[in-house]
């Protein structure tokens, strides 16, 4: 009771910032103390009114310190005319939240996710370069349609090598007047046709036999793993020219980097392991290793002579200068920066950039091989230097062009595609080897792009920076062309090949276009490989077409996975973890997709094939 009578007799008034007191008794300090204790009895209006004191002081210690009188809280009667208690504590706690916790307003300021759009609604892709696009996959089926339908009988004397999918030996004939044709080729049982060896004593004629099936064995299988083939098709092809020469029970492992065969003897076991993947070859040279391996497959060749043929296909010359083949990477160079959408700007230091590295590219086979891992190093490290040199005195250049496209040739793009292939195909350890090959390849490029980067002081954000400046809808469709062309020429592709060359990267162009309009960019791949792979199994049976592992190595580095890959592992490896991991993310798609498209095209081929020319064996292509 007392306490009451001292509350409403205390009435503090605030002068100034001085409180005086107009009743006797306590001095103001009790009055205070009294009054905040009385508060504090009372349930209802007290507890929202304590409930806050506690973080506000706690975040006031942020800004200005408040003097010691302020931390009286003020009376019901120094609250401002028309404003209510309840708002007043609203508004302090609206003006209190952003400085409690700043992140907490975005948070709450964030919309509500809409529905996603269509990809089709939102593509970049132009009008006019998805009516081109239609039309060229209309006229590849047109095509597609009446190769199919040409009889063996229609097609001219096979004065050609013959195709894996149909296959002759490459050049057997050449210094012969009268080649033979597919009907004078003798059967499978007439193989042992050739001189038979030299008897040696104390060995049987099955040892013999065995012997060079061996021989032969290993070295058709070391060049199509030279050739970049799959395991599973390099498998598949020693198995059939072992049945052929007789030798069912043969035993075969095949590796990216070693190749075992066995072949029992009587009561022993013979086993060779040959290293493989040492040394690469053109796609000349693949051209002839298929062939050979197709000739002998079909019977067409004896061991000797198939062994002979492969040291000749691994010896033999390039069909240009080494001038020719610079400008050709330089062509190669340019017909990539125009698929990437570069301007007259970009194309111009893409040119330059790719003569360099054509000259570097060449020059490597003449350097030992313990220098063969730096290269890709030297070269990344070159090409970006040059790009963010140029682009600090021309800051419109896009740097992404002119960064990527010179490297080409350094892009495990076909690695890496090959790798996914053979994981999704049950073989683990080959396609773990590949992977982790073509992985450490883009690290080694990104490490050479990140070290001119940090030289020259260009901002991280260029390094991955895409600014496109097409010239036109029509500059990627010519960049096909030019890209087709320069890769026949540094690879060494036969003349006769480059048309075919150029049809199967048209359709697979087409066919990632028209993915990107309706799924995106990241699924355009497997379009685009699903859209190939049947044109390359046709145009394998053509009189002068090339094999099928010829045309898709091409159609591989023009999807370019390992573009996407390097500008991935550049933005992890510079801390921007975000746009890293979704650009590899967008990789390891597009990857999966190209292995996907390839193994559905070789069905849906196969299938039209066997159709449509009444066989009733469904060929796959030569490897991927």
């Not at 609206?94 to 809409?114: C, F, H, I, K, N």
């Not at 390992?562 to 590899?584: C, K, N, P, Y």
Request: net charge negative; proline share 9%; charged share 20%.
């Amino acid at each position: 009771m007392v306490c009451s009578l001292l509350c409403l007799a205390a009435t503090p008034v605030s002068v100034d910032g001085a409180e005086a007191w107009d009743g006797g008794g306590a001095p103001p300090e009790d009055a205070v103390r009294w009054l905040a204790a009385e508060e504090e009895a009372e349930p209802a209006p007290s507890a929202d009114v304590e409930a806050e004191p506690a973080p506000s002081r706690d975040e006031l210690r942020l800004g200005d310190e408040p003097a010691p009188d302020d931390e009286v809280e003020p009376d019901e009667d120094e609250v401002a005319p028309g404003i209510d208690e309840d708002d007043e504590d609203g508004e302090e706690e609206l003006e209190q939240d952003p400085e409690q916790d700043p992140e907490e307003e975005p948070e709450e300021e964030r919309p509500a996710p809409g529905p996603s759009t269509p990809a089709v609604r939102s593509s970049p892709i132009p009008l006019g370069s998805v009516l081109l696009a239609v039309g060229v996959l209309l006229f590849g089926a047109i095509a597609l349609g009446r190769l199919l339908r040409r009889r063996p009988h229609d097609r001219p004397a096979a004065s050609a090598p013959a195709m894996p999918l149909r296959g002759t030996i490459a050049e057997t004939a050449a210094s012969e007047d009268q080649p033979p044709s597919a009907a004078e080729v003798p059967p499978p049982a007439e193989v042992s046709s050739a001189p038979p060896l030299q008897p040696v004593p104390g060995v049987s004629e099955v040892a013999r036999v065995d012997r060079r099936t061996l021989d032969l064995l290993l070295e058709v299988g070391k060049a199509l793993i030279d050739s970049g083939d799959a395991v599973s098709h390099v498998h598949d092809v020693l198995r059939r020219i072992a049945t052929v020469q007789g030798a069912s029970h043969v035993g075969i492992m095949v590796l990216p980097t070693v190749l075992i065969v066995s072949i029992p003897e009587g009561d022993s076991v013979e086993t060779e392991v040959a290293p493989a993947g040492q040394q690469g070859l053109r796609l000349d040279q693949v051209d002839e290793v298929v062939r050979i391996a197709t000739a002998a497959e079909h019977g067409r060749l004896d061991p000797a002579e198939g062994i002979a043929a492969i040291a000749a296909a691994r010896e033999r010359p390039p069909p240009t200068s080494d001038r020719v083949r610079v400008g050709g990477y330089l062509l190669l160079t340019v017909g990539l920066a125009m698929l990437l959408r570069g301007g007259v700007l970009e194309l111009a230091v893409a040119a330059g950039l790719g003569v360099a590295v054509g000259a570097l590219q060449l020059a490597s086979h003449r350097v030992r091989d313990s220098y063969q891992p730096v290269l890709p190093v030297v070269a990344a490290f070159g090409v970006a230097a040059a790009v963010f040199g140029l682009g600090r005195l021309l800051p419109q250049l896009a740097v992404f062009p002119p960064l990527v496209s010179p490297l080409i040739a350094f892009l495990p793009g076909a690695v890496l595609t090959t790798a996914v292939f053979e994981l999704s195909t049950g073989h683990v350890i080959s396609g773990s080897g590949r992977l982790a090959a073509g992985m450490l390849r883009l690290v080694l490029l990104a490490l050479g792009i990140l070290a001119a980067a940090q030289l020259l002081g260009v901002p991280a954000a260029q390094v991955t920076a895409v600014t496109p400046t097409a010239v036109s809808v029509l500059e990627p469709w010519v960049g096909v062309a030019v890209f087709g062309v320069g890769m026949a020429v540094f690879h060494g592709v036969r003349r006769a090949s480059l048309g075919w060359i150029l049809i199967v990267l048209y359709v697979a162009y087409a066919g990632q276009v028209l993915g990107g309009l309706f799924f995106g960019t990241t699924l355009s791949a497997f379009f685009g490989a699903l859209a190939m792979t049947p044109v390359a199994m046709v145009v394998a049976r053509q009189e002068h077409g090339p094999p099928a592992l010829v045309s898709f190595m091409p159609g591989f580095w023009l999807l370019v996975p390992g573009a996407l890959g390097l500008a991935g592992i550049t933005s992890f490896l510079d801390e921007d973890r975000v746009q890293g991991i979704d650009s590899l993310v967008t990789m390891g798609t597009s990857m999966v997709g190209i292995a996907l498209g390839v193994l559905l095209g070789m069905v849906v081929g196969g299938e039209l094939t066997a159709k449509l020319m009444g066989s009733a064996r469904s060929h796959e292509p030569a490897g991927v």
